[in-house]
Nanobody, 115 residues
Framework: QVQLVESGGGLVQAGGPLRLSCQAS????????MGWYRQAPGKERGLVAR???????DYADSVMGRFAVSRDNAKATGYLQMNSLKPEDTAVYYC?????????WGRGTLVTVSS
């Protein structure tokens, strides 16, 4: 069983930065994808960014150039650096990984961007 715990969410003004962290309960091999998804009120959950060894990170078009995904495998931690935040980035952000066909999700952390 893998547990993922997000942290770092909060209230930030538009244009500001925020860094989210995702702490895994076990080391997740770098060949497995670690990703970030978000869900805004009334909308479906969608991919924000993901990272996997040997591949370029994937980003949603809406965050390209503003967000950066990374991971520290030694610390079993993933990160999402968010810059130039916009009110439309307001959402609950979830950490995700898939291991041997099983999806694991964190409980989410709320990011609110004020205009």
């Amino acid at each position: 069983q893998v547990q993922l715990v997000e942290s770092g969410g909060g209230l930030v003004q538009a244009g500001g930065p925020l860094r989210l962290s995702c702490q895994a309960s076990v080391n997740i091999h770098s060949s497995y994808t670690m990703g970030w998804y978000r869900q805004a009120p009334g909308k479906e959950r969608g991919l924000v960014a993901r990272i996997r060894r040997g591949r370029d990170p994937d980003y949603a078009d809406s965050v390209m150039g503003r967000f950066a995904v990374s991971r520290d495998n030694a610390k079993a931690t993933g990160y999402l650096q968010m810059n130039s935040l916009k009110p439309e980035d307001t959402a609950v952000y979830y950490c995700h990984t898939r291991i041997d066909g099983i999806d694991y999700w964190g409980r989410g952390t709320l990011v609110t961007v004020s205009s």
